[in-house]
């Protein structure tokens, strides 16, 4: 038993870890981690060199401006695209939407369901006459240059929203209440945007304000129905006031035509007045003429125009003058005109 246990024992242990083969094995491993290892060092090296290159590869959206910063400092803008700028930490870049819409509000909150909550610590402000107003404004603005944007101001979104309620408080303080809550509510607004934006640049947010519009503009809670009532009666005035004017407007020129009419009526019955006398004139003129040339037959010629405007329609006879042997006044002359008439229509047929 014991050469069986030399045989499969330690002489089967020496073959199976002690021999030649396992020793050049192991030398042939060692040669590989000698010189393999640098290579893979190598390689590995130059694909981190690569990695941290490539990290400066960056893209800038539709409606964005990138900003390249170098230790810090701005050195760069660039416009929308695929850009390129040195590694960490040489440098780094930011990324502002130059054109996305933003909001503010002051007076009110919009929660992430889209419901409205009034603040009246930010909506109650004194006017001019020393009321109490509970004004809302809502604001719209955009980024106008970047680099104001990131490094001028430390919060300017946060700034925007203060200064914003400043200025709807300043410009509110210097009107009364009832031009803020009526005709005055669209100039309030528009002083409130350019005032806005004069602090907004004094400041250097790099901000443009696009839009400030009042939403509410009530008194107190407590007075409010009392004010609503005055509101309404100076709108009924003003709607009454344009009524009446347009009826003026209306009326107006309606006169002024009437008027132009009948003096033109007047005018055109002048000159047709005037040519008539003219031509009167004229015909008295030509007349005196012709009785100058023959004053007894125009004598009697006028007497007889006269005679047949005076008696239209009427049988006349004319008959000498008194004093001049004649026997036409005794004779029966519409008698006998009669008779003669008789005599032609039995003539003609027109009698049986």
Do not use: C
């Not at 604001?139 to 300017?156: E, G, M, N």
């Not at 329609?313 to 002359?333: H, R, Y």
């Amino acid at each position: 038993m014991r050469w069986g246990e030399d045989d499969f024992g330690g002489g089967g242990q020496r073959g199976m870890g002690g021999t030649p083969l396992d020793e050049l094995f192991m030398k042939i491993q060692e040669k590989m981690a000698r010189f393999g290892g640098k290579k893979i060092a190598l390689i590995l090296a130059i694909i981190g060199a690569g990695i941290w290159l490539a990290s400066g590869i960056f893209m800038v959206g539709p409606g964005e401006e990138g900003v390249i910063r170098q230790f810090g400092k701005k050195v760069d803008r660039t416009p929308p695209g695929l850009r390129y700028r040195l590694p960490v930490p040489f440098q780094t870049h930011d990324i502002v939407h130059m054109v996305r819409i933003r909001r503010a509000e002051v007076g009110f909150k919009t929660d992430h369901t889209g419901k409205v909550r009034p603040d009246l610590r930010e909506a109650l402000m004194l006017t001019g006459d020393e009321n109490i107003v509970d004004a809302q404004l809502f604001v719209q603005y955009i980024v106008k240059d970047p680099s104001q944007f990131l490094f001028r101001a430390k919060d300017p979104e946060l700034a925007l929203k203060a200064t914003a309620e400043v200025a709807l408080r300043t410009v509110v303080g210097k009107n009364t209440i009832d031009y803020t809550m009526t005709d005055g509510r669209v100039v309030v607004q528009d002083e409130v945007k350019k005032y806005l934006q004069t602090l907004l640049d004094e400041y250097q947010t790099g901000l443009m304000v696009t839009e400030a519009r009042l939403l509410v503009v009530d008194p107190p809670e407590e007075v409010k129905d009392a004010f609503h009532e005055v509101v309404r009666a100076w709108e009924d005035r003003e709607r009454l006031m344009r009524e009446a004017e347009g009826y003026r407007e209306d009326l107006i020129p309606k006169a002024r035509g009437e008027a132009a009419q009948m003096v033109r009526i007047a005018e055109a019955y002048k000159e047709q007045r005037v040519i008539r006398a003219q031509g009167d004139a004229q015909k008295f003129v030509e007349v005196m003429k012709a009785y100058k040339k023959a004053r007894e037959v125009t004598r009697e010629r006028l007497y007889l125009e006269t005679v047949d405007k005076v008696l239209p329609g009427k049988e006349k006879f004319i008959l000498p003058p008194q004093g001049k042997d004649s026997v036409l006044k005794w004779l029966p002359l519409k008698e006998t005109i009669t008779l003669k008439e008789d005599k032609k229509e039995e003539k003609g047929g027109k009698r049986p």
